[in-house]
């Protein structure tokens, strides 16, 4: 790049009392004259250099100085006349070429470094670490372009998930003011069938009230009557008239007996309640109708699930498809490889698909099964000995014992009053929302949820289908195959 004359010209020696060479440093500011920069990039018979990099720390001719022209990243960089670049290649303490590149420093050196200070230090040839630089730097380059591929894909990925999601909240926002506009008719129509109910009420109480103090008065009017009656035969100083008239002024009037009416002040006694029950069934249809909407919707999320035998529990009799769980009927258990996944003494299995994030949905069929526990996990529960299922020991589930009612496996438990006893329950798991939902799968029904959680590690879907009964509790647990209760909601409108 530089002739040896400049070198030498660049530098002035002076023996040290040690013997030892003290360079003497001059700052070059420039070539001598008919001396030249060549290119860095040229190969064979180098060009002579127009411009150079102080950024890139490199020399140009015409032909390679074109990307620093038209690369918007490479025109922001410094260049200078190829001149007074040179100066910048040669080593500050010795004036001689930085020919080498010292590996343990990570430094351009002259010979002499080489020799002195990084002696032992493992030197490359510059051309060499630069070719080896180089090649790093296109691999760098590349993987960035690729991050800000990936950046934009994900760019482009949110702010079309954020159109949908836009598109879905105005669906949701105009649903949900249907529904409460439909409650809000609800509460008014039941309000006037109240008030008109009170009032028709208070109209027939007032009828019944007058017909009574009629009759009433009737009674007081001929009762007074026979009292004077009685009141002139008891002034009659003839006894054969008091004894002719009194056996017949004697017989009382025909009368009620009005110790027996009653009549009551208050005629609403039950009506407000049995409004509010009327209102809690409306209400519970609209539930009933935004659960069915929300159960399908699920369908969207659905994941197919199978069991992992290496975590089932060697009391376990798994399907080869990994769709079918169940207690063996021998009694006693088989011998299984003793892995740290796998439960030992409970009867349970988890699935092979772990979840980290997003929303999953699957479905399984209990049928009549009396006892059962289904719901999710996560990675660092206890498999050995015996488990507590609940929350703060890592498992979200629902279960039923004895053919009685489902409960929610929570401390202590919920017991859940349903309509009717579920075949098929859906479990959908919202990682990012925190959240586990059980739905009644046919009827289109909610269940139960999990709300508020913190999902930390990867979760998995849980199965226990409890020791038989005798002849009860035989049956397996089934996982639904996605594509028998995805066809059931086919109308509904994706809101991923």
Known sequence: MFSTDLIQSNRSLSLSPTGEEDVEITEPNQLSEGEEVLCDVCHGDK????????VCQASYCEAHLTPHQRDPVLQRHRLTDPATFTTSHLCRNHNRPLSMFCKLDQTPVCAKCAERDHKNHKIVPMEKESRRVRTNLRDTKSSIQQMVQDRLRKMEEIKKLMDQSKKVTEREIQSSSQVCTSLIAAIQRQQAELVQELEERQQEAERRAEELLDELEKEVNELQLRSSELQLLELTPSPLHLLQSFPSLSRLPSTREWSKVAVHSDNCMGAARRVVWKLVGVCQEAANKVSAEEAAKMNLYAVDV???????SGWLVLSPDGKKVNVSTQKKRARQPDDPQRFDSCVCVLGKQSFTSGRRYWVVQVGDK???DLGVARESINRKG?????????YWAVCRRKGGPLSACTSPSITLHLQETPQ???????YEEG?????????KTHIYTYSGCSFTEPMYPYFNPCVPDGQKNVAPLVICPTEQWNEQDTTIESDV
Do not use: H, N, Q
């Not at 199978?306 to 089932?312: G, K, S």
């Not at 015996?386 to 890592?394: F, H, K, L, N």
């Not at 959240?435 to 009827?443: G, L, Q």
């Open 47 to 54: 060009s002579s250099s127009v411009r150079s990099c102080l």
């Open 306 to 312: 199978t069991l992992d035998p290496e975590t089932a």
């Open 370 to 372: 009396t006892d059962w």
């Open 386 to 394: 015996a488990i507590t299922v609940r929350p703060d020991s890592g």
């Open 424 to 430: 098929k329950v859906g479990v959908f798991l919202d």
């Open 435 to 443: 959240s586990v939902s059980f739905y009644d799968a046919e009827a």
